[in-house]
C-alpha cells in the first residue's frame, strides 16, 4: 500500500481520553481480553457485510470467502488482526473510532471499581471493546476500506501514546486498501508474550472458539485455522459442552459473567427456527435505556439480519440475550418489513413461551437462582402482566411480593392463596410510597388481628401491576384501601362475637352524620370501619376510584388526575370516637377535622392546612 500526502491531525472526544488512559495506565490483569475484542469486532464487521450483501452481491468484490486472520512479527513486535468485512469509511472511522456516541459510556466509567480484574472485564460488556488494544501496544494502527467504495482510497488511523498529553490522532488516506479492517498493535516493552504463536493461539481458541466464521493464525506463510468456526446454535444439543454454551454467551451478551441458564431449541413447523436463549446473571447497564438495542439477534439461514431487542422480544424481557435463526424467512427481507410479519410474530411468540418455560424452570428448581432473577429483573418482568395479555397468567405466577408475614420480596400468588384463611376469598394487597408507610398502615389492622396476609406493594410499576391484574386463580385481587372491606367469614383465633354488631352501627349514623357535616367538603363519606382496631380512623378510596398512592404518584409525573374525595372510616369503639360523642358546637368541629388531618396522615398524604392542624393539637394539649 503506497500513501498520499493527505493526513490529518484530529483530536480525540475528552470520553475517548478518558478511556484511553484507563486502558494504558490501569489493566494489569486479563490483558488478553484484547484479542476476543478484537475478534469479535471483526466477526461483527462480517455480520454486517453479509447483511448488506443481501441486496448487493458486488459488496463482496472478487473477495466472498468471509474470514479472519492474526499474526505476528517478532521482529517488529507486533499482532495484526485483519479482516475482510464491512470496513470502514472515512467519516465512520472519525466518527467509531474516535468519539463514543454510545450513552453508555458514562455508566462505563461509574461502574469502574478499581479492581483490575472486574474493570477489565467490563470493557466488553461497555462497547469499548477496540481500545483494549492499548493495554497491550504503545501505537495502533487500524487500516480500513469499507465494502463497495472501490474507487476510493482506503483510510489509515494511528495513535501512539507517546502524544497521550495531545490526545490527538492521525488520519491519512491509503490507495489500494483491501477490503475490510487490519489492526496493527505495536506492543509495549513488556508484553512480548504476544508475540508466541502458541500463546495468542490458545487465547483464541479460549475465548474465540465460537465465532462463526474461520479464524486462521499465520505462521511462516502456513495458515491454521484455528476456531471451530461454525454458528453454535447450529449443533447437536449434547455435541455442546457448557463451557461452549456460556463463552458463546459471553461473545452474544457482551457479559463477562456466566449466564444464569439457557434454553436452546430447534422448533419445526409451520415455522423452522433456532433459538438459543439466555437468562443474564446480572442486569445490564441498559436496562432501563428506552434506547438500548442490543439483545437477541436476529440470523436468517445463519446470516445475521438485525439485532434489536425492542423487536424480537417483548419489552418485559428485554434482559434477555442469544440469538434466533429462522430457515423460511426470506433472506432479502427489510428490517422494517420483517418486524410485521405474520412468521416473525409466531417465531417471537414461540421465543416467549420458550422464555417462560425457563424462568418456571428456574423459579421450581433453583430456588436460590430465580431470587437472583427477581432481584435484576423483577421490576421488568411486572411490565409483561399488562404488555402480555396472552401470558398475563403465567407472568403472574413468577412475580414475588413482600407480605405481612414475609420480610423479604419472596411471596408468590401461588404461596398466599396456600395460606390464605378460612373464609377468606380475595387476595389483598396494600400500595404505598415505602415499606415502612405501608407496615405503619391502618388498613392493615384488622387484617393483622385475624391473621390475613396482605401483599406489601412499594414499587411504582406495583400500580400498573393490579390495574391490570385482577384476579388469579380464580380469586380477586383487592386494595385494603379502597372500598368496603368484608372480612366477617374470617374469625381470628379465640374470637368468638362478631365485632360489629349492627345495632351499634345502626345507633352510631347521627354521629357520622354530624362528622361529615364538620367536615365541610373534605370527606365524600363518612361511615363505620370494619378494617380499624387501634386507629381511631383512616381513608379509603371508593370503589370505583383511583387510590390515593396512585394518584400521588400520577400528579409527581405531571399528570392530570381527576380530584376525588376519599371516604373517612371511623372506629366505633375508640376513646376519642366516643369522646366525640359528647362534644358540640366549635369543639366538636375541630375534633373532627383532627380526626381527618390524622387518617390523611397515616395515608401518606399531605395537609392541606398545617397551621390549621398545629393549632387544633394545641388547643386539645392545652385547652
Ligand atoms: P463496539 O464494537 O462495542 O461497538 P468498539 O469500540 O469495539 O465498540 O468499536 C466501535 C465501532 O467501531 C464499532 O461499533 C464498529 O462500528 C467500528 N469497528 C470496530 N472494529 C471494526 C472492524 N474490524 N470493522 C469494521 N468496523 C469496526
Redesign the pocket.
Known amino acids: 500500500m503506497t500513501e498520499t500526502a493527505t493526513k490529518e491531525t484530529l483530536g480525540f472526544q475528552a470520553e475517548v481520553k478518558q478511556l484511553l488512559h484507563l486502558m494504558i495506565h490501569s489493566l494489569y490483569s486479563h490483558k488478553e481480553i484484547f484479542l476476543r ?2 475478534i ?3 466477526s ?2 462480517a455480520d ?1 457485510l453479509r447483511f448488506e450483501a443481501l441486496s448487493d452481491s458486488a459488496l463482496y468484490e472478487s473477495d466472498p470467502e468471509l474470514k479472519i486472520r492474526v499474526s505476528v512479527d517478532k521482529e517488529a513486535r507486533t499482532v495484526t488482526i485483519r ?1 475482510n ?4 469509511s472515512r467519516q ?1 472511522v472519525i466518527e ?2 474516535g468519539t ?1 456516541a ?1 450513552s453508555g459510556t458514562r455508566e462505563f466509567f461509574g461502574k469502574l471499581t478499581g479492581d483490575q480484574k472486574k474493570d477489565a472485564q467490563l470493557i ?1 460488556q ?6 483494549s488494544s492499548f493495554i497491550v501496544a504503545d501505537k495502533v494502527s487500524l487500516t ?1 476500506r469499507r465494502a463497495g467504495l472501490t474507487q476510493e482510497h482506503g483510510v489509515r488511523w494511528e495513535y501512539a501514546t507517546d502524544d497521550e498529553g495531545s490526545g490527538q490522532y492521525t488520519l491519512e488516506t491509503v490507495e489500494k486498501a483491501e477490503r ?2 487490519e ?1 496493527v498493535l505495536h506492543l509495549k516493552e513488556d508484553e512480548a508474550e504476544f508475540l508466541d504463536a502458541w500463546r495468542v493461539k490458545s487465547v483464541i481458541r479460549e475465548y474465540s472458539d465460537h465465532i462463526a466464521i474461520p479464524v486462521e493464525f499465520l505462521e511462516e506463510d502456513k495458515t491454521e485455522v484455528v476456531n471451530r468456526a461454525n454458528a453454535l446454535w447450529t449443533r447437536a444439543k449434547n455435541d455442546i459442552s457448557e463451557d461452549e454454551y456460556k463463552a458463546f454467551y459471553k461473545h452474544v451478551g ?1 457479559d463477562y459473567e456466566d449466564p444464569l441458564a439457557w434454553t436452546h431449541v430447534k422448533v419445526e413447523g409451520r415455522q423452522d427456527y433456532t433459538a438459543l436463549l439466555y437468562v443474564p446473571a446480572h442486569a445490564p447497564f441498559d436496562l432501563w435505556d428506552r434506547d438500548a438495542k442490543t439483545g437477541v439477534k436476529l440470523y436468517v439461514k445463519r446470516v445475521f439480519i438485525m439485532e434489536d431487542a425492542r423487536k424480537l422480544m417483548p419489552a418485559y424481557l428485554r434482559f434477555v440475550r442469544g440469538v434466533i435463526d429462522a430457515a423460511d424467512l426470506p433472506l432479502n427481507v427489510s428490517r422494517e418489513i420483517l418486524q410485521e410479519t405474520r412468521d416473525m410474530e409466531m417465531i417471537r411468540n414461540g421465543c416467549v413461551r420458550k422464555t417462560l418455560d425457563l424462568l418456571d424452570d428456574i423459579a421450581e428448581n433453583r430456588k436460590d437462582d430465580f431470587a437472583k432473577v427477581w432481584e435484576h429483573f423483577g421490576k421488568v418482568l411486572k411490565e409483561g402482566v399488562g404488555e402480555d395479555q396472552a401470558n398475563k397468567e403465567r407472568i403472574a405466577r413468577l412475580l414475588r411480593f413482600r407480605s405481612t408475614q414475609a420480610d423479604a420480596e419472596t411471596v408468590s400468588l401461588a404461596d398466599y392463596l396456600g395460606r390464605m384463611k378460612e373464609g377468606q376469598d380475595k387476595i389483598y394487597y396494600l400500595t404505598a410510597d415505602t415499606l415502612a408507610a405501608a407496615q405503619a398502615s391502618p388498613h392493615l389492622e384488622v387484617f393483622r388481628k385475624k391473621g390475613v396476609e396482605v401483599l406489601l406493594l412499594t414499587d411504582r410499576v406495583d400500580e400498573w401491576v393490579v390495574s391490570n391484574l385482577f384476579e388469579f386463580d380464580g380469586k380477586s385481587l383487592a386494595s385494603v384501601a379502597k372500598g368496603q372491606v368484608d372480612l366477617s367469614a374470617v374469625t381470628a383465633e379465640g374470637e368468638d362475637k362478631p365485632e360489629e354488631p349492627a345495632a351499634a352501627e345502626e345507633a352510631a349514623k347521627p354521629l357520622l352524620e354530624r362528622i361529615k357535616t364538620a367536615l365541610d367538603s373534605r370527606a365524600k363519606d363518612v361511615r363505620t370501619s370494619h378494617r380499624l382496631v387501634e386507629s381511631p380512623a383512616c381513608l379509603v378510596a371508593d370503589e370505583g376510584d383511583m387510590n390515593a398512592n396512585l394518584a400521588r404518584m400520577l400528579k409527581q409525573m405531571g399528570q392530570a388526575v381527576p380530584e376525588t374525595q376519599p371516604i373517612l372510616e371511623v372506629n366505633l369503639g375508640h376513646p376519642l370516637v366516643k369522646r366525640l360523642e359528647n362534644e358540640e358546637g366549635s369543639r366538636f368541629d375541630e375534633l373532627a377535622g383532627l380526626l381527618m388531618d390524622q387518617a390523611v396522615l397515616l395515608d401518606g398524604g399531605q395537609l392541606a392546612d398545617p397551621a390549621g392542624f398545629v393549632k387544633r393539637v394545641n388547643g386539645l394539649l392545652f385547652g
Open positions: 475484542e478484537l469479535s469486532n471483526a461483527d464487521a454486517k479482516d468485512g464491512i470496513g470502514m465512520e467509531h473510532i463514543i454510545k466488553g461497555f462497547g469499548v471493546g477496540f481500545y480500513t475490510g479492517t489492526i457482551h
